[in-house]
C-alpha cells in the first residue's frame, strides 16, 4: 500500500506582514516626496517688502578736503554777515551840526560899544574861590563851585577857567533889549575838545524874565574855557558854571 506524504503547500508571494509593511511604508513616503516638490516648485505669491531707498553720495578722490573747505567757507561768511551787521548796529547815524542863528545885532545904550570885556581887571585867586571863580588847590586840581548833584543830571559843577574871556562884540550881538545896571545871568555849559563848551542851560538870571540867560546860552559856542583838572587830567565833559554880570562900570565874566 503506498504510503502517502504530506507537503505543506507554498505560501503566496505578496502576503507575507513584513513584505506588506515595508511597500506600505514606501508608498507612503514616495507620497510625501511628491508633495514636497509639488510645494517647491509652486510659485511664491507673496508680495515682498519694499525696500527703503538708499541715500548715496560720491566722494571725489582729488579733493578730500573738499567738505572741510566748505564748511570754513559757510563760518567765513556768517563771520563776515555778523561783522557787518554789528558795524551797522553800532554806527550811529551822524547828527546834524547846529548852527548858530545869525540875528541883526542890536547894540545896548547901557554898555558902550567900545567896551572890551578882556580890558576887564581879574580879582586876585584868594578872591575868586570865595567868588566862585574858577581856581586850583595845591595838587592842581579844579575846585568845584558845588557838590555833586548841582549840575544837569546830577553832574559836579565847576568853576569856569578862562582860557580867552569874551569881547563885548561876542556878547552884544545877543543882547536883545541891552542888559540893565546890576543884571547878571548864569550858565552851566559842558566842556567839549579844543577848549570849547556846549550844551549849556540856564541857571538863573536877574531880572527875572529879562532874557539874559538865553542870550548868554546862544553866545556860549564863542566861549573858549579850560575843561577842569583832576589828578592834573583834564576833564572833558565835565559841566562849568560862567556868570556874567552888569554894573555900572560894564561887564564881569567868572
Not at 509639488?38 to 578722490?61: G, I, S, V, Y
Not at 545896548?108 to 584868594?126: H, Q
Not at 533889549?177 to 552851566?188: F, H, N, Q, R
Not at 542851560?201 to 539874559?212: F, H, Q, T, Y
Amino acid at each position: 500500500m503506498a504510503s502517502s506524504s504530506y507537503r505543506p503547500a507554498p505560501q503566496r508571494q505578496g502576503h507575507h506582514p513584513v513584505r506588506r509593511a515595508l511597500s506600505f511604508a514606501l508608498a507612503v513616503g514616495a507620497h510625501i516626496l511628491v508633495i514636497l516638490l509639488l510645494l517647491r516648485l509652486a510659485p511664491d505669491t507673496r508680495t515682498p517688502p519694499e525696500e527703503p531707498p538708499l541715500n548715496t553720495f560720491t566722494l571725489d578722490a582729488d579733493r578730500p578736503n573738499a567738505r572741510a573747505a566748505v564748511k570754513a567757507t559757510k563760518v567765513t561768511r556768517t563771520s563776515a554777515q555778523s561783522a557787518s551787521a554789528s558795524s551797522r548796529a553800532a554806527t550811529p547815524p551822524p547828527l546834524p551840526t547846529p548852527k548858530p542863528t545869525e540875528e541883526k545885532v542890536e547894540w545896548p545904550t547901557m554898555l558902550a560899544e567900545n567896551f572890551d570885556l578882556a580890558k576887564v581887571p581879574k580879582g586876585s585867586r584868594g578872591q575868586a574861590a570865595d567868588e566862585g571863580r574858577g581856581d586850583t588847590d595845591a595838587r592842581g586840581d579844579s575846585a568845584a563851585a558845588y557838590g555833586p548833584g548841582a549840575g544837569p543830571g546830577g553832574a559836579r559843577l565847576y568853576n569856569a577857567d578862562w582860557q580867552r574871556e569874551p569881547t563885548s562884540a561876542e556878547i552884544n550881538g545877543y543882547l536883545r533889549k541891552g542888559a540893565p545896571p546890576d543884571s547878571w545871568a548864569e550858565i552851566a555849559c559842558q566842556t567839549v575838545p579844543d577848549n570849547r563848551v556846549d550844551n549849556c542851560r540856564v541857571l538863573g538870571e536877574s531880572p527875572i524874565g529879562s532874557g539874559l540867560g538865553r542870550s548868554m546860552r546862544e553866545a556860549a559856542w564863542q566861549f573858549r574855557i579850560l575843561p577842569p583838572r583832576i589828578g592834573g587830567q583834564k576833564q572833558i565833559g565835565a559841566w562849568v558854571r560862567i556868570r556874567i554880570s552888569w554894573t555900572g562900570r560894564g561887564a564881569d565874566v567868572r
